[in-house]
């Protein structure tokens, strides 16, 4: 009913910068707040920064000042530009979207992307 993609993830060194992408698509009526995961080998699923329709944003304290999320809800899309990379943001990167669905009935679901790879290392 709603597919979340992300992409953009990759191999960067340590300092450098990515952008990841993530977009929503399907049969809803809205998507409302989306949000950036990750999940580091071994370690449970964290969320890095969230943004509200609305553009209001919060971050993790670990990314604060170095990661900035943004959208744009005309193509339901979202992006996460990470600046000064670290070794400890390794991780696969997930998307989340709540999204308002009326078909069958009005509904109210968060739905997750498969996920992308960072991977900062020298």
């Known amino acids: 009913q709603v597919q979340v993609v992300e992409s953009g993830g990759g191999w960067v060194q340590p300092g450098g910068s990515l952008r990841l992408s993530c977009a929503a698509s399907?049969?809803?009526?809205?998507?409302?707040?989306m949000a950036w995961y990750r999940q580091a080998p071994g370690k449970q699923r964290d969320p890095v920064a969230r943004v509200s329709r609305d553009g209001i944003t919060t971050y993790a304290d670990s990314v604060e000042g170095r990661f900035t999320i943004s959208r744009d809800n005309a193509k339901n899309t979202m992006y996460l530009q990470m600046n000064s990379l670290k070794p400890e943001d390794t991780a696969v990167y997930y998307c989340?979207?709540?999204?308002?669905?009326?078909?069958?009935?009005?509904?109210?679901?968060?739905?997750w992307g498969q996920g992308t790879q960072v991977t900062v290392s020298s």
């Open positions: 399907g049969n809803f009526f809205r998507i409302n707040a």
């Open positions: 989340a979207a709540d999204a308002t669905t009326r078909s069958p009935i009005w509904s109210f679901s968060t739905y």
